[in-house]
């Protein structure tokens, strides 16, 4: 490969975003799949389910730290490794008894890791990049991003559906936690991939380091300053009602829509196949929904 400090952005945008892309749908949307072929009643999957989104909601209230401490590159890295290491252990648990508790601590461990690998990746990608480049690539991240959604709701779905129903491999049929372990373990080797190979082609930007001469009081004083002066701003109660409100209908029907298609019939549901719904509503859905 050429040199890092000249490599061409063609190299790392694609994956990186991908790499972005595909925690967040595994915690959103593959992580209610799974948990409503496993038991969950609806009350227990929407609540539960629904808290995993808070890392990502709340991520601006550690972001300046991920700023001031290491490089943006160092943090790419290490949580890559933390996704991965996270996916291995949903996988691991299971086929457990305890698959429950076990499970929803490693998927939280995924969303934390994941906010925080959408900060610096952000970060990166802007210190990485001079403007023009910025411009020309922010339509190449933003599809590969989606592609990762499609992977991640589509493709990995239908595999667990297919494993589900033994046409991948027969000796599976019917073992629905041992299906999805082998899923999240394919997931935690691509991001053990990921790191690997974006260890290798990222590139080294000289002004991505950590702000060393930035005490974390002053950090923590400009924050603050920063927050409060947004509340001061003119019609502050109309904006927030509607940032909380405008997606609130999507939100409540992406938690509930899963185990409607996935539901029996005599619960009102349309009773579809894992890998129908991955086909249907994770593949052709996405691609319906960008088109």
């Known amino acids: 490969m050429n040199n890092p400090k000249k490599r061409s952005p063609w190299w790392w945008v694609p994956s990186l975003y991908f790499a972005e892309g595909l925690p967040n749908i595994a915690v959103v949307s593959v992580a209610v799949v799974m948990y409503t072929k496993l038991g969950l009643s609806n009350t227990e999957l929407a609540f539960y389910t629904s808290w995993l989104y808070l890392p990502w909601v709340i991520k601006p209230l550690w972001s300046p730290f991920v700023d001031l401490i290491g490089s943006n590159r160092r943090w790419i890295i290490a949580m890559q490794l933390l996704i991965g290491a996270a996916f291995a252990g949903i996988a691991f648990s299971l086929p ?154 999507e939100a409540q029907l992406v938690k509930i829509a899963t185990p409607f298609l996935l539901g029996a019939e005599s619960t009102g549901g349309l009773n579809l196949s894992t890998s129908t719904l991955g086909l249907l509503y994770g593949t052709l859905g996405v691609v319906a929904l960008l088109l």
């Not at 925080?116 to 001079?130: N, Q, R």
């Open 96 to 249: 457990t008894p305890y698959y429950i508790q076990l499970s929803f601590a490693f998927f939280w461990l995924v969303a934390f890791s994941s906010a925080t690998h959408d900060i610096a990746a952000d970060g990166f990608y802007l210190l990485a990049l001079d403007p023009g480049k910025q411009s020309w690539f922010v339509g190449i991240r933003s599809i590969f991003y989606r592609l990762s959604t499609i992977f991640g709701q589509g493709v990995l779905v239908m595999c667990a559906g297919w494993m589900e129903e033994g046409k991948l491999f027969p000796r599976l049929a019917g073992n629905i936690p041992l299906a999805w372990s082998i899923t999240f373990y394919c997931m935690a080797a691509i991001f053990i991939g990921c790191l690997l190979y974006h260890k290798v082609v990222l590139p080294r930007p000289e002004q991505d380091r950590g702000r060393e001469h930035i005490s974390p009081a002053l950090l923590l004083s400009d924050f603050f300053r920063t927050f409060a002066s947004f509340f001061k701003k003119p019609h502050i109660g109309l904006i927030l009602f509607f940032l909380l409100t405008y997606r609130l209908g």
